[in-house]
C-alpha cells in the first residue's frame, strides 16, 4: 500500500448499465450558469448519449446531479465558451458544444431555481458538398485573435478540419500530412493549430494560411493530377493555384504516437506546447523545436497541467502536469521534475482524464474519470496505520533464532552486492541433436506452396529412384523449463548463415510445460545453399519467452551443423593454383581418422575412388556444393607430410580454402585436447615467406566493380523508367483530349522503352546476383586473411577480436554505406590509436565524418598494408600491451 494517496472529497459512479463507456474528451469543467453559491459544474457525456452536469458538495447526495438527459446519439466531445450570439459587438455568451459522429450541436444551459434545463442554440451538419464526414474530436479558440467569441474546429477520422464561427460555417480543409486524426489545439498566440499525424510529426497550422488556402478535395485533386500532366506553359498549371495547398507552418517529428497535446506555460515567461506521447513528455517551444523530453518509464493515459501555486508570476504563472499512468498513479511533474506520486483511492482502475479546479472554499481539487465510469473529486493526502503497533510483553528472545536470521540477511546483501551474476530459477534449457547422416533426399515439388525460393538456390542430390531431389538434414532441438507451471507464447528464432536455409526462422510454440515434463522436441529442417560458399558451420538458436510476472527471459545455444552438409569427399585432384602450409609441432594425425565422419558417409564405391591405395590417411579433396560462373564446383585439398607435422592445404581457389583451414584447425585442436587434455601446448604456425595480400586486393577490387556496375545499371533503370512514365503521360494528355490528335508514334516510343526498361532490371538482378556472389567470396577470404594473419604473428583471441571488428569479415553492401567504407574507417582507427608511431599519438580519435562510397580502393588498400605492416614490426592491437 503506498503512502501517498488521493482522498476522496466527493465521487459518484456515471455507470448505468455494462455498456456505459467515456472517452477522454467526454468530460469538462466550467460555469455554465450562475448557481448560489457560485461554483463550477462538472459536465460529462458518454458515448450512449446521456449528458450528465453535477455540482460536487462536502456531502454526496442526489442533489448534487443537476441535469440527466439523453441525447440519443453518442457524444464524442464537450466543450465550453463564448458561442452564443449575442449582438454585433457585445461579447457572446457561454454556451455548451456537444459533439455528434455526423453534427455539432450547442445549447444554452438555463437555470431556474439550481435547476437546469437545455435550450438547442443551433446546429451544424458536418460535411461539405453532401461528401462523407464523421467527426473524431474538436478543440476552440478566438479564431483569427477574435476577443469577444469563439469558434469551433471539428476534425474528421480522414483529419479534414471544419471551421464553425458561432452559427455560421466558415471553412474546410484537408490536412496535408494526415492519413489518421490526432490530437488538436487552438494556440492563441500562433493563431494557429497544433495537431499530430500519423507519421509521428507534430504539426502546426495558421488560421490564417488555412483560411485563404484551397480546399483539397476528391474533385480538385483529380483537376490538379490533370493540370500537372499538361504542359508548363498550360493556363491551369500556374504557380498561384499551387500556392493555394494547405501547409504546415512547421514540423517536428517526435518518433513517438501522442496521446495529448495541451498549451500552457511551464516556466510562466512563455508559451510551451507540451505533448503527452506514450512513454514519454515532450515540450516544445512556438517554433516547434524541443525544448527537453523525459522518458516516462510507464504507460501513460492523459494530463493536465495547473497554475503552480507557488509561482512568484501572479500575471502569467508557471504551470505544473499531471500525469495519470496506466497503473493507476498521478505523477505531478515541475517541468522535469517529478515532484509527488499519489495513488487513486481505487487501486484497480486509472484516470481517462484529469482535471485541476476550485469547488467551494477548497482550490486545487483534481477531478478525475476513470475507466470504469467513476467520476470524483479528490485531494492530496497520506494514508496513516490504521492500527498501532501492538508490542506483546512476556515473550522470550532466542538469540539462537536472531543470530540465524541475521546471517541470512548478511548472505542476502552479500549477494546483491556482488559483480557475480545468479542465473534465474526460471528458464529454457536447449539442447540438440545431429544426425551422422544426410536425410534422404526430398522431391523438388515438397517445396511447393511459398518455399519456390528455396528450391531455386537449394542443392541438387539423386534420390533413391533415380529422380533429382534437394539435400536436406534434419535435427532435433530439445527444449526444457526449469521452472514450475506452464509458459505460453514460446518463441524459437534461428540465425542462419548464409549457406543454411530453412523453411521457418520463427517458430511459435503455444504452451510449454516445466517441472520434470518431458522435453519438447523440435524438428529442424535444414537446406544447403548451392549459391554461396559457407563461411561458418553453426546456427543460432533463441528462445523468448515471459515469466509469470511478465518479465523477458531468453535462453540460447548454437547448433552445429556436420561438416557433410556442405561439402562430400571426392578423389583426389591436383589443383595446386592457391596454396598455403600449416606447420605444427605434433606427429601427424591421418586425415581419414580426422576427418572420420566424411569417410562414413561415403558408399563403398566412393569409399574406394577416395582412399585408393590408400592416399585418404595422406590426401583428401573436399567438394562444395557450390559452382564458380564457369560451372567448375570449388573444391580444395588437403595434404599430410609423412615425416613430419605439415599440412598443406590448395585449391583452384582463394575463397574455397577458408572453410577447410578453419575445420582443419578446430579439429587438430579438439584431437590434441582429448588425447593430451586442455593443455596440449599444440601450435599452429602459419610460415609462409609473404601474406597473400595481393589475392585479397584483387577480391576486393571485384566486389568493389560490382558495387560501381550495379549503381550505373541502377541509375540507367532510373532513368528509363522516368522516360517511360513521361511518355505515359503525354499519352494520357492525348487521349483525354476532345478533339483527335496524332500520336507522333509515342505509342511505339512506349513500347520501345517498355523493352528497354525490362532489359535493364534483367542487368540489375545480374549485378545483385552478383554482387552477393562477390560479397560471399570476399567475405570468405577476409577470414582467411585474418587467420593467416593470427598464426604467423601469434595474436591473442582479444587482439584477433579487434582486428576482426575493424577488417570485419561482415561483408553487406547497402545504400547508406558499403563494406569499402566501413573498413576503411575502421583501418584509419587502428592507425590513429592502438597502432600510432608515437604513443602521444595513441589517444587520438579520428573526426568524425561521413562515409562515402569511395572512387577506387587505392586508399583502402594503402591502409591495410601499412596496418600489416606494423603488426608485421611488432605493434600490438591492445592499449596495454
Known amino acids: 500500500m503506498s503512502l501517498f494517496k488521493a482522498k476522496d472529497y466527493w465521487s459518484t459512479s456515471l455507470s448505468s448499465t455494462s455498456l456505459t463507456e467515456y472517452d477522454t474528451s467526454s468530460i469538462t469543467i466550467a460555469e455554465l450558469t450562475i448557481l448560489d453559491p457560485p461554483q463550477p459544474q462538472i459536465i460529462t457525456g458518454s458515448l450512449e448519449g446521456l449528458l450528465r452536469i453535477h455540482v460536487p458538495n462536502s456531502e454526496a447526495s442526489a442533489k448534487d446531479l443537476l441535469l440527466e438527459e439523453d441525447l440519443g446519439e453518442p457524444i464524442l466531445s464537450l466543450k465550453t465558451g463564448k458561442f452564443i450570439p449575442t449582438g454585433s459587438n457585445s461579447a457572446a455568451s457561454i454556451g455548451l ?40 474530436n474538436m478543440c476552440k479558440g478566438g479564431f483569427g485573435r477574435d476577443e469577444l467569441r469563439e469558434g469551433i474546429c471539428v476534425q474528421s477520422l480522414d483529419s ?67 493540370a500537372n500532366l499538361k504542359s508548363p506553359n498550360h493556363p491551369s498549371n500556374t504557380s498561384v493555384s499551387s500556392s493555394k495547398k494547405v501547409q504546415a507552418s512547421w514540423s517536428t517529428n517526435l518518433g513517438e504516437q501522442i496521446i495529448d497535446i495541451q498549451i500552457g506555460s511551464l516556466e510562466g515567461s512563455s508559451k510551451d506546447i507540451v505533448c503527452l506521447g506514450t512513454k514519454c513528455i515532450f515540450a516544445l517551444n512556438d517554433l516547434g523545436s524541443i525544448k527537453w523530453s523525459k522518458f516516462l518509464g510507464y504507460e501513460t493515459i492523459s494530463f493536465t497541467l495547473f497554475s503552480n501555486p507557488k509561482s512568484n508570476n501572479t500575471t502569467s504563472p508557471a504551470q505544473n502536469i499531471i500525469v495519470s499512468g496506466a497503473d493507476g498513479n498521478l505523477n505531478i511533474y515541475r517541468s522535469q521534475k517529478l515532484i509527488w506520486k499519489a495513488k487513486l483511492a481505487d487501486p484497480n482502475s486509472f484516470s481517462i482524464a484529469t482535471f485541476v479546479s476550485d469547488f467551494e472554499c477548497s482550490k486545487g481539487m483534481i477531478t478525475t474519470l476513470s475507466d470504469d465510469c467513476r467520476l470524483s473529486v479528490s485531494y492530496l493526502g497520506t494514508e496513516s496505520e490504521k492500527e498501532g503497533q501492538v508490542v506483546k510483553e512476556g515473550k522470550e528472545i532466542n538469540y539462537d533464532d536472531v543470530d540465524e536470521e541475521h546471517r541470512k540477511l548478511l548472505g542476502i546483501i552479500r549477494a546483491s552486492q556482488s559483480d557475480t551474476r545468479i542465473e534465474p530459477r526460471e528458464k529454457i534449457i536447449m539442447r540438440t541433436q545431429v544426425p551422422k547422416r544426410l536425410d534422404e533426399p526430398d522431391k523438388v515439388h515438397v517445396l511447393d506452396g511459398g518455399f519456390e525460393h528455396l528450391a531455386e538456390k537449394a542443392t541438387r542430390m539423386p534420390c533413391s529412384d533415380g529422380s533429382e531431389g534437394i539435400l536436406k538434414i534434419t535435427t532435433k532441438l530439445f527444449l526444457t523449463y526449469t521452472g514450475t507451471g506452464t509458459l505460453k507464447d514460446v518463441t524459437v528464432t534461428l540465425n542462419l548463415p548464409d549457406a543454411v536455409m530453412t523453411k521457418d526462422t520463427c517458430i511459435k510454440i503455444d504452451k510449454l510445460k516445466g517441472g520434470s515434463a518431458t522435453p519438447m522436441i523440435i524438428d529442424i529442417t535444414f537446406y544447403a545453399n548451392a549459391s554461396v560458399l559457407p563461411t561458418v558451420d553453426t546456427v543460432g538458436v533463441t528462445a523468448m519467452f515471459f515469466t509469470a510476472s511478465g518479465e523477458p527471459r531468453t535462453g540460447t545455444t548454437e547448433l552445429k551443423l556436420p561438416l557433410f552438409f ?18 605444427t609441432n605434433k606427429q601427424p594425425i591421418m586425415l581419414a581418422g580426422l576427418f572420420d565422419d566424411m569417410m562414413d558417409v561415403l558408399m563403398d564405391e566412393e569409399r574406394a575412388g577416395v582412399d585408393a591405395s590408400g592416399t585418404a590417411n595422406y590426401v583428401l579433396t573436399f567438394r562444395y556444393w557450390v559452382a564458380d560462373p564457369n560451372g567448375v564446383p570449388f573444391n580444395a585439398t588437403v595434404l599430410l607430410s609423412k615425416t613430419s607435422g605439415r599440412y598443406r592445404v590448395q585449391s583452384h581457389s582463394m575463397p574455397s580454402l ?19 587434455g586442455a593443455n596440449s601446448g599444440l601450435e599452429l604456425n602459419y610460415n609462409e615467406p609473404h601474406l597473400p595480400l595481393q589475392d585479397f586486393y584483387n577480391a576486393i577490387d571485384q566486389h568493389f566493380w560490382w558495387r560501381l556496375k550495379l549503381a550505373e545499371n541502377l541509375s540507367a533503370q532510373n532513368d528509363c523508367a522516368q522516360q517511360f512514365r513521361t511518355i505515359q503521360k503525354r499519352l494520357l494528355l492525348r487521349f483525354k483530349d476532345r478533339n483527335a490528335v496524332p500520336l507522333q508514334q509515342l505509342d511505339v516510343l512506349l513500347a520501345e522503352t517498355y523493352h528497354k526498361l525490362l532489359e535493364l532490371s534483367k542487368e540489375v538482378e545480374n549485378a545483385q546476383w552478383s554482387l552477393k556472389s562477390s560479397a560471399n567470396e570476399l567475405s570468405c577470404t577476409t577470414l582467411l586473411i585474418l587467420l593467416f594473419i593470427k598464426l604467423r604473428y601469434d595474436m591473442s583471441e582479444e587482439e584477433c577480436e579487434v582486428l576482426s571488428s575493424n577488417l570485419t569479415p561482415n561483408v553487406s553492401d547497402c545504400e547508406a554505406c558499403g563494406w569499402e567504407e566501413m573498413v576503411d574507417s575502421g583501418m584509419m582507427s587502428l592507425l590513429r590509436t592502438v597502432l600510432a608511431k608515437k604513443n602521444q599519438d595513441q589517444t587520438a580519435s579520428a573526426q568524425g565524418t561521413t562515409l562515402q562510397m569511395p572512387q577506387d580502393t587505392a586508399k583502402l588498400k594503402k591502409h591495410i598494408s601499412i596496418v600489416v605492416d606494423r603488426i608485421h614490426k611488432g605493434a600490438r592491437l591492445l592499449a596495454d600491451e
Open 566 to 583: 556442405f561439402c562430400r569427399l571426392q578423389p583426389a585432384t591436383k589443383e595446386p593454383t592457391f596454396k598455403f602450409k600449416l606447420d
Open 160 to 226: 479534414r478540419v471544419q471551421i464553425f464561427d458561432l452559427d455560421v460555417e466558415s471553412f474546410s480543409r484537408r490536412l496535408v500530412g494526415g492519413l489518421l486524426p490526432g490530437p488538436i489545439v487552438y494556440h492563441e498566440k500562433l493563431d494557429a493549430f497544433i495537431t499530430f499525424n500519423s507519421l509521428l510529426d507534430v504539426e502546426c497550422y495558421s488560421f490564417s494560411a488555412l483560411a485563404s488556402a484551397k480546399d483539397t478535395n476528391e474533385e480538385d485533386e483529380e483537376e490538379d493530377k490533370l
Open 658 to 676: 577458408w572453410f577447410i583451414s578453419q575445420c582443419l584447425c578446430s579439429r587438430l585442436t579438439a584431437y590434441f585436447e582429448n588425447s593430451e
Open 97 to 136: 458544444a456537444i459533439l455528434h459522429p455526423k453534427k455539432l450541436v450547442v445549447y444554452e444551459v438555463i437555470s431556474e431555481s439550481n435547476t437546469l434545463s437545455l435550450r438547442k442554440c443551433y446546429e451544424h451538419g458536418l460535411g461539405v458538398r453532401g461528401k462523407h464526414f464523421t467527426a473524431a
